[in-house]
């Protein structure tokens, strides 16, 4: 058939067990993670769209040499799959600076669009219809209000716990009105944290109510320990609350994002599904879930090539690809 003579077909296989190198070195699992390499992978933009849920069925690599045109003169960078909060921010500057020009609204947008495709994929809103989006005051809960306006379109009934709303940007109030014209709803963190007078209560509530949970409440950028409301809402997002499957947008909230869960006895959310945003960071190495993404489809290669990063490769128009199994 068509697939059996397309051309390059027997080149992909030939190098499918190099590709697995590259990720176990990267990931320093391999003893050769030490060596210093001038390749690096980055999205390749190329293809064509094959499905609307927007992300890729599994990782490819694509492959280019830092020294080439696309990434510039930057010398050797040692390979990686993760990166520090200290990274994450630079990068986010340096995407919204005057070299790449991109506004947050934008880098929001393409987060909060690969989240929801994410979601799509996980969780279709045949089996997973009612989905609720508790969203913090920063960009992370930005990202979730994005996504609820997508899984909105994408058939579920979405509602959206909001709290502490953000005034220092016009973009959120702009994104609570959209979702306000689309009559989804918003709940009050009370209504969640506090609708009985017992924990069995509480339990009950989220469960059935809620096929599926979006944790946008706090992101990279978040220090300390939550106050209210946001550490009522996160405790019941624990296992011992017996929470609905959680989908943590970039970083499970509660999670120090350079070590993972750091709470006493390990005792945070454990999310079955995390979509890290541009690319994983140190603390998703311990994630345990069963699903890890990368979405936020948006790093220019030369900025992947400064910082090292091997990434796996998005197929067509999609906007999320699965990581390799880290386990």
Not at 44 to 69: K, L, V
Not at 99 to 109: N, P, R, V
Request: aromatic share 6%.
């Amino acid at each position: 058939n068509e697939t059996k003579t397309r051309p390059g077909l027997g080149m992909r296989a030939t190098c499918a067990s190099a590709r697995s190198a590259l990720f176990r070195r990267a990931r320093g699992s391999d003893p050769r993670a030490s060596r210093r390499a001038r390749g690096v992978a980055v999205a390749h933009r190329s293809g064509e769209p094959d499905g609307a849920a927007g992300f890729a069925r599994g990782p490819t690599i694509s492959r280019r040499r830092i020294g080439s045109s696309a990434a510039g003169d930057a010398g050797e960078v040692s390979m990686t799959t993760h990166i520090s909060a200290a990274q994450a921010a630079e990068i986010d500057a340096k995407l919204m600076g005057p070299e790449y020009g991109f506004t947050l609204e934008q880098l929001m947008e393409l987060a909060g669009l690969s989240v929801a495709a994410a979601t799509r994929e996980v969780y279709p809103p045949k089996t997973h219809g009612r989905v609720l989006c508790v969203c913090g005051p920063g960009n992370n809960g930005g990202d979730g209000l994005v996504a609820a306006r997508h899984l909105f379109h994408f058939g579920y009934d979405v509602s959206v716990c909001y709290p502490k709303r953000s005034g220092r940007e016009p973009i959120y109030a702009r994104l609570v009105t959209q979702l306000e014209t689309l009559g989804v709803s918003f709940v009050d963190a009370a209504a969640l944290t506090s609708p009985g007078a017992d924990d069995d209560e509480q339990k009950k509530t989220l469960a059935t109510s809620y096929d599926v949970v979006l944790d946008g409440v706090f992101g990279f950028s978040f220090a300390g320990s939550p106050r209210a409301p946001f550490d009522a809402l996160l405790d019941l997002l624990t296992p011992a609350r017996s929470p609905p499957p959680i989908v943590a947008i970039d970083v499970p909230s509660g999670w120090s994002v350079d070590e993972g869960d750091a709470s006493p006895g390990k005792s945070g959310a454990r999310p079955d599904t995390l979509v890290s945003l541009t690319a994983p960071k140190l603390g998703s190495k311990t994630f345990e879930g069963a699903h890890h993404f990368v979405g936020g489809r948006f790093l220019p290669p030369k900025l992947a090539a400064e910082y090292g990063l091997v990434l796996p490769e998005y197929e067509g128009a999609n906007q999320c690809v699965r990581m390799p199994s880290e386990r």
